[in-house]
């Protein structure tokens, strides 16, 4: 089994991907206007009353037949997370004193998650949380590259970009958690920004930078050799200076490209259904992109909510996602499967909320694109010679 390189230096259940995951949605308000942001309906008054949080914590804990899982991560989303500082403190506090109280087994293996703007990183309510918290958190900082890059798409509502901000910001969060990583997704208009931007990020000492291709349906004739173009440039530069000596990136995978282990056929992408998202009202969702904002088609799909609990026949059809009962015969026969991820959200939104079974393929060619260059990039550290492209 592949790690996440993600939680490699924490408990296997993490890296193996065996971990619970619960989502708090505390609230809608963000100070970014992001261009791809998936929310579409920003509100500064849509918060999570406390009393959501803790009926959910305490419905998740009296149910361990429902995660079974040896580990948890409780994950904090907005909007912005840290705009509610204070309310994720007074949550987490309340989950760690129940798992004590309760003898749970994941009081000895919780993480607390959350990705951020960075822009509130360095108050001084966030830092006294880190301060608190710190053994147990995985933060991730959203900085997507290069100051063009970045404000491309990150920018306040009166356009203006944000890099400067974050980045001021980002070495202290660095120097906290020197094992940080930074999120970054890639659309139409990103791709001559690419290789500049990871090689930036490394610069700027993240050792591992977490990127990939959204799944939409943005892609364009031609697209897919500029990605291939940049990702040449990147495995070259990060071979000749050698800095795959200290940093990778999610494009260059010794996994990638492969044919599809016949062992994963029945087997989901990713945890959709085994996981938990609960929004501001306490309906719960199978995760946070079945909810009525993360999706455009305007339908949202809950499986139960705090008062009456899971109700299992609306959670059912997620545990039966898999790989076979998504994917066309075009993705099962393929040579280069391994690494290619689909998003059974983004499938129920492209379906217009129809269906979560028709797996789409908007962004083949830039997979294929991906496995081509990592290809390359394998084939070129392994030689162990500069043996150029020729
Ligand atoms: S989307 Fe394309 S690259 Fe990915 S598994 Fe399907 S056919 Fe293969
Ligand atoms: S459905 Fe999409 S957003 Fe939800 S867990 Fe799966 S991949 Fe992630």
Not at 184 to 207: C, N, Q, Y
Not at 329 to 353: I, N
Request: glycine fraction near 6%.
């Amino acid at each position: 089994m592949s790690l996440n390189i993600r939680y490699e230096n924490r408990p296997l259940p993490y890296a193996q991907g065996l971990s619970s995951s619960i989502t708090f949605i505390l609230t809608d308000d963000c100070q970014l206007r992001c261009r791809y942001c998936y929310l579409h309906h920003k509100s500064r008054s849509h918060i999570m009353p406390f009393h959501v949080a803790r009926t959910t914590v305490d419905y998740v804990l009296s149910h361990r037949d429902l995660w079974p899982s040896p580990a948890v991560i409780f994950d904090f989303m907005g909007g912005e997370p840290f705009l509610e500082i204070s309310l994720m403190d007074r949550i987490c506090d309340y989950i760690k004193k129940s798992m004590y109280v309760a003898d749970h087994p994941w009081f000895d293996d919780y993480l607390i998650s959350c990705s951020t703007n960075g822009l509130l990183y360095k108050s001084d309510r966030v830092q006294r949380f880190i301060a608190k918290n710190h053994e147990h958190l995985d933060i991730s900082i959203s900085l997507d590259g290069t100051r063009e890059k970045h404000d491309c798409n990150r920018v306040f509502p009166d356009g203006s970009g944000s890099y400067d901000r974050v980045r001021e910001n980002f070495s202290l969060y660095l120097e906290q958690f020197p094992r940080g990583t930074t999120k970054a997704t890639i659309s139409s208009a990103d791709i001559p920004h690419v290789a500049r931007s990871v090689l930036h990020l490394f610069s700027l000492g993240v050792g591992f930078v977490d990127i990939n291709v959204v799944f939409e349906d943005v892609w364009r004739p031609g697209d897919s050799e500029a990605f291939e173009a940049q990702l040449l440039l990147l495995a070259d530069t990060m071979i000749s200076q050698r800095l795959y000596e200290q940093h990778s990136c999610s494009f260059f995978s010794a996994d990638l490209g492969r044919p599809m282990d016949p062992v994963y056929e029945n087997t989901n992408w990713c945890g959709t259904g085994r996981m938990l998202a609960v929004d501001q009202d306490g309906v719960f969702y199978p995760c946070n992109r079945f909810t009525q904002n993360a999706l455009t088609c305007g339908k949202p799909r809950a499986i139960g909510d705090i008062r009456g609990g899971i109700d299992e026949n609306k959670r059912r059809p997620f545990l039966l996602l898999n790989r076979r009962f998504q994917s066309p015969s075009e993705c099962m026969e393929c040579s280069v499967a391994s690494g290619c991820a689909w998003c059974p959200g983004q499938d129920y939104d492209a379906s217009s909320g129809e269906t979560i079974w028709n797996r789409t393929t908007f962004h083949c060619e830039m997979h294929k694109a991906t496995v081509r260059a990592n290809r390359y990039y394998w084939s070129r550290l392994r030689a162990g010679e500069d043996i150029g492209r020729g």
